[in-house]
């Protein structure tokens, strides 16, 4: 049954508030709270397909880093993952980081 | 009457050649093109992209014996098994022109989970030439290697003993230096080293060159890749390569060459789906002379292909590829290239 707009637009907003409290979640871990923090982080929340997403984000980047997402399903073997598209298209160098999966 | 298979093949053959063009190449040349016929996919050496330091054609054609196993692998994606028609049996002089393999697709089999695991692996795969961490490989995995290589008809040899690991870095070291000045070999790295900034799809990048060329007892020289230009991103110290290991082919021509080729992407892509990874020494095997010395030092069945270290990374830095439009005849472009 497709939603109606207004219920669409709720959950997309109600996602999208997960989404940057996961990334806020995430920046922490890894450099700490806002105030100790020696780099300047600016996090970004897009709405996107990830591999175009990623690719129009490095056209001004110096370095594009991905995580890779251990074993994907059938679809992403068949079409090429995530990572498969960054490596081909992206604007500037790929750096790939083993991730939790893959252990 | 439609047949599911060609039809597959001429959705897919874009797809297919992408992920075989992420194969391994010799300062990544890429010295591969295609051709997309009704219901084959055609591989051709692409002798603009040969080396001067490889006058015989040998490391162009490893290099695309690597692009034809990824092709192969990229079949299996689909659920179908790769029929692979080797083509060359000529002299090396007549590789250009000749396709070197036409591949179709086969019966439909549905892909399995090592398969996937490979597949997953094609993205991080790469040479490293940066430094490795300490740590030994994952435990069962280098008899993996040697079984994937011998299903590839050639042989892996792990150089276990440390004297002979001393003996092989002796004498690879003594030899580099004086290839390093080859002017043959300077030309090639002026050629295929990229700096910082370029926008190059082939070649070695700068944050995959070594910063100074590594010359650490024990240890098998890289390449310089450097010149002292100062263009390398890549630190050059860090602990020894867990292993050694050297692969080895029946014989010596075209269709062992391809052979070699196929062995090595295979247990380059294993590797990679635990995260192993391996610098590959090719110099060494550049010069006959040198190469007849490094034979010596090794006790391996037939010919000498390929000299390599391999370890432990939790990055991968990789280097880019040339687009689809770069690789095919412009008039038999498949659908949406």
């Not at chain 2, 000749?98 to 490979?118: D, H, I, N, S």
Request: contains cysteine; neutral net charge; glycine residues 8%.
């Amino acid at each position: 049954m497709p939603k109606r707009p207004a219920a669409a637009r709720r959950e997309l907003a109600n996602f999208s508030d997960a989404a940057k409290q996961t990334l806020a979640e995430a920046i922490s871990d890894v450099a700490g709270p806002g105030e100790d923090r020696q780099v300047r982080v600016r996090p970004l929340v897009v709405h996107g397909l990830p591999a175009q997403v990623l690719i129009a984000a490095s056209a001004d980047a110096d370095l594009l880093v991905i995580g890779s997402r251990g074993h994907g399903g059938f679809a992403e073997a068949l079409l090429g993952s995530v990572g498969q598209h960054c490596v081909q298209h992206a604007h500037c160098p790929v750096l790939i980081t083993r991730g939790g999966e893959d252990v | 009457m439609s047949d599911p298979a060609r039809d597959t093949l001429s959705a897919k053959a874009g797809y297919l050649i992408e992920m075989a063009a992420r194969a391994p190449s010799v300062h990544n040349t890429q010295p591969w093109r295609f051709e997309i016929d009704r219901d084959a996919i055609e591989l051709y050496a692409d002798p603009s992209r040969q080396l001067l330091v490889d006058p015989g054609g040998r490391e162009m054609v490893i290099s695309c014996g690597a692009a034809l196993y990824g092709l192969r692998l990229a079949v299996r994606s689909l659920g179908y098994l790769p029929d692979v028609e080797l083509l060359s049996d000529s002299a090396t002089q007549e590789l250009a022109p000749r396709a070197l393999a036409r591949l179709r697709l086969g019966p439909a089999a549905p892909v399995t989970a090592e398969e996937r695991k490979l597949l997953a692996a094609v993205p991080h795969r790469h040479t490293h030439r940066g430094p490795f961490e300490s740590g030994p490989l994952p435990k069962g995995l280098l008899p993996r290697l040697e079984d994937d290589v011998r299903a590839e008809h050639a042989t892996l040899i792990v150089i276990d003993s440390p004297r002979a690991r001393r003996e092989l870095a002796e004498l690879v070291t003594a030899t580099a230096c004086q290839q390093d000045r080859d002017p043959r070999s300077r030309s090639d790295i002026w050629q295929w080293t990229r700096s910082t900034g370029s926008l190059a799809r082939d070649g070695v990048p700068a944050h995959a060159i070594p910063a100074v060329p590594e010359r650490a007892a024990g240890q098998l020289p890289q390449r310089d890749f450097d010149l002292g230009r100062n263009v390398g991103w890549l630190a050059t110290d860090g602990p020894a390569a867990p292993v050694t290991a050297a692969l080895f082919t029946s014989g010596d021509g075209p269709q062992e060459w391809l052979q070699a080729g196929q062995a090595l992407h295979r247990l380059l892509l294993h590797a990679a789906s635990r995260w192993v990874f391996a610098r590959l020494n090719t110099q060494p095997l550049e010069d006959a002379a040198t190469r007849a010395l490094v034979k010596e030092c090794l006790i391996g069945p037939g010919s000498l292909q390929l000299l390599l270290q391999l370890g432990v990374s939790r990055t991968a830095h990789v280097t880019g590829r040339r687009p689809l439009a770069d690789l095919i005849d412009p008039d038999r472009a498949p659908d949406g290239a």
